[in-house]
């Protein structure tokens, strides 16, 4: 029963074979193959965005770092949510990619950031001189980290108020499949027709072994970019091995297929806790649940071997305990099930 992340979970074997098809005979490096030519085709069609720039990268952190680094100056401001991977979790990957960009936290209560939060903040930080540096770009979360979701016109909502500022949009999208299943709408509807400019298109939480994507859907906003993921070691020589990840996972609709099931068994075991009567933080819209369990429940859970993180990390585990639970692509009924039955005791 393994609730710890999405990251946890194998490769999906229609990935893990299209990665040993790729690995026969020879193939030229960096990007040049005629693999990385059809991701980038898939990419632009899946994104209805015939000129967009595709960049893969093998990891999230490395992702979002180049979008901001294409679209904030140096000395510019990036507004995220307080709860944002990129000020949290990536030791400070963004200002050192853009060359000093400050990121700026705006509090929410889901991990969503509201117009009116955001007007709040724009106004807080309206002053522009050479003490107070520029606002330049404002990056949203789709799913958020506290796994609810955006709507095509939620984020239309934001990247007005960001464009009235004179600031770029970037949406991180570890889990943008996840928000797509949810949704039922289309990429497109959900990312630049919305008013995004840059998404971290992402994979390995949804069944790639290592891949993301870098879109941009202004090939104006991507100059330099080619060369700034050469200068950050992201430019892979054996590059067909990300795009055999892509090309697997965009076939058939496979990223939504598995993201759908991965909504489904969060959805399924939500279900199962309210019935067990577990307190659920957060809605449930996507796949990951924030529930708080008992001292005795938690015992239990590990216990049978149950696998989940601290939420958050640092706590202590003499009483209740706050507790972070993901559902992935290989997440079963049984494991689902197995784990309310013990929480339920």
Known sequence: MNFASDNTSGVHPRIMAALAEASAGHSPAYGTDELTAQATAAVRELFESPEAEVWLVAGGTAANALSLSAISLSWGKIFCANTAHVLTSECGAIPFYTGGATLVPISTTDGRITPEALGRRLHDMSRKDVHAGERTALTLTNSTELGTIYTPDAVAALSAKARAAGMAVHMDGARFANAVAALGCTPAELTHRAGVDVLSFGGTKNGAMMLEAV???????????????MRAGHLMSKHRYLAAQM??????????????????????LAAGLREAEVTL???VEANQLFPTLTAAAHARARAAG????????????????SVRLVCGWSTSEAEVDGLVEVLRG
């Open 306 to 321: 149950a696998r989940y993180h601290l939420w958050p990390q640092v706590q202590s585990e003499e009483g209740d305990v």
């Open 281 to 283: 933080h957060h809605p």
């Open 215 to 229: 879109v941009v859907f202004d090939p104006a906003r991507a100059r330099g970019l080619d060369m700034r993921r």
């Open 247 to 268: 090309l697997a996972l965009l076939q058939d609709g496979l990223w939504l297929e598995l993201a759908g099931h991965a909504n489904a068994m969060a959805a399924r």
